[in-house]
């Protein structure tokens, strides 16, 4: 958005990261979506392999992975933008049936019956097994619960495009927190950090806002760099292009009417968790909980904090340079254990 002119300084005052082990995945997860058949052409492999780097962002955005799970996790951000440019921006965006039936063939696979001729459903499937092995009933449910939520949301997204409705703001915000893919990220992250919080943890309305705010943050700075691209697509499930629409904002204004909502969601998440480590304690949760709560929350800033920097450091939506708070810092600087100027170190609080 408004390339020329920059953007907005936004808040972001957590501490960027990179996973050491970005150096070493690039050639083995392509050789595995080679092996899957997933890029169909020579545009499809510029999009995801030089103008997406998934591997970037997994680096970015799980930081503290066990390194065990690094390659896995590069996998899943693989598969999933292929997947999310089929859904949105391929015929099945434009036809609901169409894509009913891929989100339909895709989760076959979820339930051990990919079809064998179906290599995106093929990859799941091997995804799923290498994932959900040794892990919890508790989390397999929550982990599958959140990727069909991400799934269906793309059948919701063409079907409202067909009637040509454009969601209400709080509408959009509730949705987009399942259409980013965040919230099974926070179960991967979960897994890649070794912990697992109770399910008492996870069914507390502050634990709820808490990820429900790292989401929507999520979600609406990428709508603010993905705006122009989407607006060439006729794509409208973007909070943006929803404010010109619904309020006659100019794009600028729009974009600083989404600043807005990110900075509030960057205070409903610490306060969120802020409430949310003194309810364990005054509940009498046992320090061991407290702990993993604590990594959970420093693993959530994380993710916020390197899709923050990933959408300035890769082509896919040709983002500008921002104006912010501390800006994003870049991988080599990041290796060299390096810092942007002003801004506060993420921690749990």
């Known amino acids: 958005m408004r390339a020329r002119e920059?953007?907005?300084?936004?808040?972001?005052?957590?501490?960027?990261?990179?996973?050491?082990?970005?150096?070493?995945?690039?050639?083995?997860?392509w050789d595995w979506v080679d092996g899957h058949r997933?890029?169909?052409?020579?545009?499809a492999r510029e999009q995801h392999v030089e103008r997406t780097r998934p591997e970037l962002m997994v680096a970015r955005c799980f930081p503290a992975a066990h390194p065990d799970w690094f390659g896995l996790l590069c996998r899943w951000?693989?598969?999933?933008?292929?997947?999310?440019d089929e859904l949105d921006d391929g015929p099945a965006g434009r036809d609901a049936a169409r894509c009913r039936g891929a989100i339909e063939g895709l989760l076959a696979a979820v339930e051990g019956n990919p079809d064998p001729g179906n290599g995106f459903a093929v990859a799941l499937a091997e995804l799923w097994e290498r994932t959900t092995r040794g892990r919890s009933g508790g989390w397999r449910l929550r982990f599958e619960v959140n990727l069909r939520d991400w799934l269906w949301s793309y059948h919701t997204e063409t079907v409202q495009r067909s009637r040509e409705e454009f969601p209400a703001i709080p509408e959009y915000l509730a949705h987009r927190r399942h259409t980013v893919g965040t919230?099974?990220?926070v179960d991967l992250m979960e897994a890649a950090l070794g912990i697992e919080l109770p399910a008492a943890v996870h069914q507390l309305p502050e634990f709820g806002a808490l990820c429900g705010a790292a989401a929507e943050h999520i979600?609406?700075?990428?709508?603010?760099?993905?705006?122009?691209?989407?607006?060439?697509?006729?794509y409208t499930h973007n909070s943006v292009l929803l404010h010109e629409k619904h309020s006659g904002m100019?794009?600028?204004?729009?974009?600083?009417?989404?600043n807005v909502l990110l900075t509030e969601r960057i205070e409903m998440l610490d306060a969120s968790a802020r409430i949310l480590l003194d309810h364990l304690e005054t509940a009498g949760f046992g320090e061991p909980v407290r702990a993993e709560t604590r990594t959970g929350i420093a693993?959530?800033?994380?993710?916020?904090?390197?899709?923050?920097?990933?959408?300035?450091?890769?082509?896919?939506?040709?983002?500008?340079?921002?104006?912010?708070?501390?800006?994003?810092?870049?991988?080599?600087?990041?290796?060299?254990?390096?810092?942007?100027?002003?801004?506060?170190?993420?921690s749990p609080r």
């Open 219 to 234: 979600g609406l700075f990428n709508d603010v760099l993905s705006g122009e691209k989407e607006r060439r697509l006729g």
């Open 6 to 29: 920059g953007l907005p300084a936004f808040v972001m005052p957590y501490r960027p990261a990179v996973h050491p082990a970005l150096r070493e995945e690039s050639v083995p997860l």
């Open 77 to 84: 951000l693989a598969w999933a933008f292929i997947v999310d």
């Open 299 to 346: 693993g959530l800033r994380a993710l916020v904090r390197g899709n923050f920097d990933w959408h300035f450091e890769v082509g896919r939506y040709r983002a500008p340079e921002a104006l912010v708070q501390g800006r994003p810092g870049y991988v080599d600087e990041l290796f060299a254990a390096t810092s942007p100027s002003g801004a506060r170190p993420f």
């Open 250 to 258: 100019s794009t600028s204004e729009a974009v600083e009417a989404v």
């Open 38 to 43: 997933l890029l169909r052409s020579a545009a």
């Open 183 to 185: 919230l099974w990220c």
